[in-house]
C-alpha cells in the first residue's frame, strides 16, 4: 500500500507559479513505481497532466507541455510538479497517483491522494 499526500496548491495570478509536492508513504520508496499527477475542474473529466516512470522518463499533456515539469526524488519519497505561467484555465483540484504499472496520462492508477486545489486568477 502507498499513502499520497499532496501540499503546494494555493491561489495566484495568471502568470505566477507554483510548486506542488506528493509525499508518499507505505511499505516501499518511491522507485520502481509509475507517478502522475492529474487535475479535475468542476464539471469536467480528470485528466493526466504529466508522468514520469520509474527510470524518470517524462510524458506532459499538450495543454501543459514547455509550462510544467515533473520530478521524483526517489530519497525522499516525494514528487514534485512544478507549474510556471499557469493560466486561469489550469484552476483544478489537482491529484497525484502511483502505481507499479505504466499508465501515462490515463487514470488507471492503484493510489491517489486527496488533492490540493489551484485557482489561478486573471
Known amino acids: 500500500q502507498v499513502q499520497l499526500v499532496e501540499s503546494g496548491g494555493g491561489s495566484v495570478q495568471a502568470g505566477g507559479s507554483l510548486r506542488l509536492s506528493c509525499a508518499a508513504s507505505?511499505?516501499?520508496?518511491?522507485?520502481?513505481?509509475?507517478m502522475g499527477w492529474f487535475r479535475q475542474a468542476p464539471g469536467k473529466e480528470r485528466e493526466g497532466v504529466a508522468a514520469i516512470g520509474s527510470f524518470g522518463m517524462t510524458i506532459y499533456a499538450d495543454s501543459v507541455e514547455g509550462r510544467f515539469t515533473i520530478s521524483k526524488d526517489n530519497a525522499k519519497n516525494t514528487l514534485y510538479l512544478q507549474m510556471n505561467s499557469l493560466k486561469p484555465e489550469d484552476s483544478a483540484m489537482y491529484y497525484c497517483a502511483a502505481d507499479r504499472r505504466d499508465w501515462l496520462l490515463r487514470p488507471g492508477y492503484s493510489f491517489w491522494g486527496q488533492g490540493t486545489q489551484v485557482t489561478v486568477s486573471s
Open positions: 507505505g511499505s516501499t520508496s518511491l522507485f520502481g513505481y509509475y
